[in-house]
């Protein structure tokens, strides 16, 4: 959440003096703090993080203290607050807390011992998906920003073809054509650095000049994958991957992450396009600073703020898409409990056993409406127009 | 003007090519074959697959299938792997089972957003604006399936009249305000569901819009001029904050073939959402492909219709 630069000695950018950039973040903390459900959804953020923590390392292990797993079919569709029938449970089968806290489902599995279990679930899936989407739409981003009008040449987009199809060959069984089209690729690539250093770098311009045009930008190639990416319906895109790859948690983390990054390469291209031109900026080409280090160190902490908080909103989203997929059934392996498909088990009970439906329904929405609060009270708090006190 | 069109349809052109590219891929490379989906059946003998395979051109390669398969979609000859129905007909029939739910859907959404997000961007930080702006975070934040059985629960307990499905069966002879009536129960819950984030998405944008055009100098010159609040607001902020919504008519074209897949299963509704997932399931190729391909055609043709209705609304822009 720091959205200064940290000083680091030798670095000529002017280090702001310590009481300014305390008050700084004051001020941040001063609006947030008048955000009263902001402040609620960081504190119901805050348990539910302790709670999924802790969670993991009581329902996990060969003997765990609350067992998700475990059967007990004489003791089915309990209501929450039930008192265990002590006389038919063997020791080891009652409760841990000696209630059924949420009730029972229909295999007398104790449901909050599956909403413990469950809320690891959402929170990993929320985070990983998340942080795959921020990282690809970072490094996007930035490229389409701060390279952005560097040309494509046919030449790359030639070496571009030749390896990806050499990929897909290889992909599709044919070895041969596959492996040779990379290396007529590479070979085209590293060509040049073998030539450079024996005889004199006169080759390059013998070359075809059709190969040297100028096709597009880096910037439209960036952009119009956007584009692509956005034509297709996300949540429909998402199932029909994860219909198709083996059912894990892990295949639905990339996935979510692999198909929600375009929002956070817009907002880092807008920045950096801003950023680019200003001062601070110029200054620091001028003394000769890498590339990288004026990306890394002096832009990116200054465009991460609308990146912060679209990737708030964006684990809320990713909670409620994982949510989505478990109920239809393409969640997590079964006996992994969700919070996704413990709702979905319970929806032919809706009736009879209400508190299958009520209880991850209300754990879902309320982790969520948290998020979404947070994130937007982050928004208002990061918002300089704000700040100013209109 | 000209050049814009003619540019933006090339431009979209060669983006729905690599759409349907970058489908195609996804979907051929998965793992797994779709002659291979029912393994255990005793009546799938390897001659049957092979014939599948010829049958479907699935022994060529890929960009051979790629070919074929854009061939037959555009003659519109493609079919169904699973039932060798027409794709586009069965498109078709899903759709005119869809429709109902996206217009009163879109309706309710529409009619009901603007007053919300006008009268919480009058009185902004009042007790109708907190209040607006926390239920539209709570609908924003619930799960759709949970929501539906929330309603489930409350109409059938309160009301007792079914819900899931598209009709009552067996309602054949009744007399036609009982099959009105039934058929607008039906119709109620799944097209609410389908606009509670639509609400709240779109009565936050509205307020914003109205707060951004009330601080304009304008409306505090109309304000200052001693015109009465009514005329300020409707007439000289609301007409101004109108504008981005116009563009918003050819956002909304995409959801016409979305169609929820979540809300479709819940209400057993045999909508274009339903298709999709069924075709999933049995890795019906074509009609995901169709249905991906007409979704993305969608797509494009309703930002070139936002970027033109722009064009045509605001007279500052200018191509």
Known sequence: ?390 | MLSFIGRSVVQKTVTLFFVSVVSFMIIHLAPGEPSQVDPLNPKFTPEMVERFQKAFHLDRPLYVQYVYFYRDLFAGRSVSWRDNQSVLAKIWERFLNSLPLFIVGTLITWTLSFPIGIRAAIFRGGLYDRSTTFFSYLLISIPGFFFAYLLIIVVVNRFHVPVIGMETFGLGQAPWPTLFMDRIWHLLLPSVLGATGGIAVLSRYVRGQMLEVEGQDYVRTARAKGLPPEQVHYKHALRNALLPFVTMFGLILPGLIGGSVIIESIFSWPGMGRMAFEAILARDYPVILTVNFVSAVLVLTGTFISDLLYLVVDPRIRL
Not at chain 1, 164 to 175: D, E, K, P, V, W
């Open chain 1, 1 to 390: 959440m720091n959205v200064e630069p940290r000083p680091v000695a030798g670095d000529l950018q002017t280090e702001p003096p310590g009481v300014e950039k305390e008050t700084r973040g004051q001020q941040f903390w001063q609006l947030f703090g008048q955000n009263h459900l902001a402040m609620l959804g960081l504190v119901i953020f805050i348990i539910f993080f302790c709670t999924a923590l802790t969670g993991l390392f009581l329902t996990s292990g060969s003997d765990p203290v609350f067992d998700p797993a475990l059967v007990r079919l004489q003791e089915k569709l309990r209501p929450p607050l039930a008192k265990p029938n002590f006389q038919t449970l063997k020791p080891h089968e009652v409760p841990t807390l000696g209630v059924y806290l949420f009730g029972t489902d229909d295999l007398g599995r104790d449901v909050f011992a599956r909403m413990l279990q469950g809320a690891w679930v959402s929170l990993t899936v929320g985070f990983v998906a998340v942080g795959i989407s921020v990282l690809i739409g970072i490094f996007m981003g930035g490229i389409a920003g701060y390279f952005g009008e560097n040309p494509i040449r046919i030449d790359h987009i030639l070496v571009g073809c030749l390896l990806l199809s050499g990929a897909a060959m290889a992909a599709t069984g044919l070895i041969l054509v596959g492996v040779a089209l990379p290396v007529l690729g590479l070979a085209y690539i590293f060509f040049p650095f073998l030539t450079k250093k024996t005889s004199a770098k006169r080759l390059m311009p013998t070359r075809l000049p059709l190969l040297r045009k100028r096709a597009i930008s880096v910037d439209t190639l960036i952009m119009r994958l956007v584009d692509i990416m956005l034509c297709f319906p996300s949540f429909f895109l998402i199932l029909t991957v994860v219909a198709l790859l083996p059912a894990s948690i892990y295949n639905i983390m990339i996935v979510i992450g692999l198909t929600s990054w375009m929002g956070a390469t817009r907002f880092v291209r807008a920045e950096f396009l801003s950023l680019r031109e200003q001062d601070f900026v110029t200054a620091a080409r001028a003394l000769g600073v890498s590339n990288l280090r004026i990306i890394f160190r002096h832009m990116m902490p200054n465009a991460v703020a609308p990146v912060l908080v679209s990737a708030t909103i964006g684990i809320a989203t990713a909670i409620l898409t994982e949510a989505g997929l478990s109920f239809l059934g393409f969640g997590v392996p079964p006996p992994h409990a969700t919070w996704g498909n413990i709702l979905s088990d319970g929806k032919g009970f809706i009736f009879d056993a209400p508190w299958l439906t009520f209880v991850p329904g209300f754990a879902i929405l309320i982790v969520v409406l948290s998020f979404n609060l947070f994130g937007e009270g982050l928004r208002d708090a990061l918002n300089p127009k704000l700040r100013d006190g209109s």
